[in-house]
């Protein structure tokens, strides 16, 4: 295949007395006329070649009828108001809606669909005032992770010329009982400031609403560690602050106040451990995995705040993991997880079990989102095979019903959902998700996509997808691999995938396409490896490493050069999860997977498919543009390796309807051409079993 041209250096350091060559580095300086020239010509390539592939067309036509839906989130209330989102068949963007009262008429609020012309800027956060009067949200070009916070006056639809924030790209504001300011966390906009240490900038401020931001007060000063986030929290009655420093995803400290008092005190220092905190009615309800991986939650009085005062009220489960901790209609609500699915629990504030909240199956759902003091909650369910659904549920009684559906054009009852456990290369038992219709025929021939993430606590949890029915109905298994390095078991499975563990993640990834190969369902070149940032890490590390076991790869915003990954984007608030190169004993960890640098010449390796996004200000798409021109540039027989770039996008993507259905048809096409499987016709429907 002859790629667009693509120079090499003959660029090596020495770090820690190891050579370690980088022939692409000069990739990495994107606003180079070089780099651009190259960029537009790969993504040009890209798209050609998979704008010829039999079958596209109908892929994208069969997407837009799963894609463009009408849904709703579930809603949030602010005295009488209620606050919530809802997609139309007929827009690219959801809408923010509000109502007064639980049955009011629908007023729209924020409509971002004609912000610009193509759609290029993003709605953020939207947070509603307690009495549901002022909004503050945030407007993101190219749905980056940069933003501009603004204010909103709810009942006439203003936007306040004076309240306009640049540099809110952590920002989550936190609103005063009385609705006349928040507190906000503040990232200077600044060029001199280079990016890999602008996370160590973040301030926390105060700003009172109709006056110049410029004035804001300081509440907490940066910390001048760019390994750090910041971020802060207010009490619903407005009597206590709270200052968490995060390190990484595995420690974090709390400081708090009470509003008025000039200094903050340490209420807890995280070492090895993670705190969150509520406050209600002069108590701080605490969860940590502090001695206990599953976490539990403590009760601690801000008059004797000490360690050695806190009252544990729910004690570590025995099987099943604290995902979240909220409080709603007087009682502790909480989320957990279990073998990767979701119950939902409530509790008295004195941690007495009160009832678990029925859910319609197995499947994920998230927490109670209700208000302290009243007795109605809502929370969100899906599962692979049940798409989202809003559901009600009262307190005090107990009683759950919906609220509201997504109707999707799908016939669910036509497929099965399976969970097995499979051992890991050192005999950990790993959950593994299969998903296909109830009519597949296991004889070792399925084309099957397995996903994985694999890091940074997050659990993958069986939620509904409605881009994989094309892929089912064209005979395909899809799998989903819950590897160590997650959060799906707590603290003791993230830690097993973190740092100098990090390749039992890959050994994880490895052992599940081993399994589906061994009970057939699948053989390796019919077995296609799907993930995504993190997880982008994953499937490049497997495919370096295991290139035989694996057909096909699509790669999205991932992380590939892993000796370089911190000095980019926020690359600095990883480096308590990978470890950094500036370090010789972690340096030899990150070398030894970094799949940029484990290429081999004249290697076999399966087709790619590179995503990236051209304004993705989280992880740098250097590390998509060096591993494409690697991979392309090995000497010997070579599998396509190609770079999609998605334009006026951020790391999780653009935001519109119909960028996402461009993309699903890219990524399924390549898949069906190179995995050799039967094209799709107008219905959905494979024209000829996989070959």
Known sequence: MKYPATRSE????????????????WLEDEKASEVQGWMKAQDRFTRDWLAKVPGRDALAQRFRELFYQESISPPLRRANRYFYFRT????????????????????????????????????????????????????????????????????????????VIPGTKYAEPKWTPDGKGFYYEWLPVDDSIPVDQRPGYTEVRFHTLGTEPKKDTLVHPRTGDPSTFVSVDLSRDGKYLF??????????????????????????????????????????????????????VFRVSPAKP???????????????????????????????????????????????????????????????????????????FSSFTTPRQVYKTSISSGKVELWARVEVPVDTALYTVRQIFYPSKDGTKIPLFLVHRKDLKRDGQRPTLLYGYGGFNVSMQPSFRSSIFPWLDAGGVYAVANLRGGGEYGKAWHEAGRLDRKQNVFDDFHAAAEYLVREQYTRPDKL????????????????????????????????????????????RTWVPEYGTADKPSEFQVLYAYSPYHRLKPGGRY?????????????????????????????????APALLRIEANAGHG???????????????????????????VGPAGRATAEAR
């Open 243 to 296: 200052v968490f420093i995060v390190r990484g995803w595995s420690e974090n400290d709390i400081y708090w106040k009470r509003v008025g008092e000039k200094d903050f005190r340490l209420l807890v220092k995280g070492v090895g451990a993670k705190y969150s905190v509520l406050a209600w009615q002069d108590q701080f309800y605490l969860s940590t995995d502090e001695g206990a991986p599953r976490k539990r």
């Open 653 to 679: 993507g653009a935001d519109q309807v119909a960028k996402a259905i461009e993309s699903s048809a890219d990524m399924f096409a390549f898949l069906f051409q190179t995995l050799g499987i039967g094209m």
């Open 528 to 571: 296609a490896i799907y993930g995504g940032s993190n997880g982008g890490l994953l499937v490049g590390a497997a495919m370096a490493q295991r290139p035989e076991l694996y057909g096909a790869v699509v790669c999205a915003v991932p992380l590939l050069d892993m000796v370089r990954y911190h000095q980019f984007g926020s690359g």
């Open 88 to 163: 139309h068949k007929d827009k690219e963007k959801a809408i923010l809606y509000w109502r007064e009262g639980e049955s009011g008429p629908e007023k729209v609020l924020i409509d971002p669909n004609g912000w610009s012309q193509d759609g290029s800027v993003s709605l953020g956060f939207a947070v509603p005032s307690w009495d549901g009067r002022k909004l503050a949200f945030a407007q993101k070009p190219n749905a980056a992770d940069e933003s501009i916070l603004h204010v909103m006056d709810v009942d006439t639809g203003e936007w306040s010329q004076v309240d």
């Open 606 to 638: 399966p087709p790619l498919l590179m995503m990236s996004a051209d304004h993705d200000d989280r992880v740098d798409p250097m590390h998509a543009r060096k591993f494409v021109a690697a991979v392309q540039n090995l000497e010997g027989p070579g």
């Open 10 to 25: 003959p660029l090596v350091d020495t770090l820690h007395g190891v050579q370690v060559a980088d022939p692409y580095r």
């Open 306 to 380: 000490e360690r050695a005062a806190w009252q544990e009220i729910l004690p570590e489960d025995p099987v099943a993991s604290l995902e979240s901790l909220t409080l709603v209609g007087g009682h502790l609500a909480m989320e957990y997880l279990r073998d990767a699915a979701s119950e939902l629990r409530l509790t008295t504030l004195e941690g007495k079990p009160v009832r678990t909240v029925a859910l319609p199956g197995v499947g994920a759902s998230s927490n109670l989102v209700g208000l302290e003091d009243q007795d109605e909650a809502f929370f969100l």
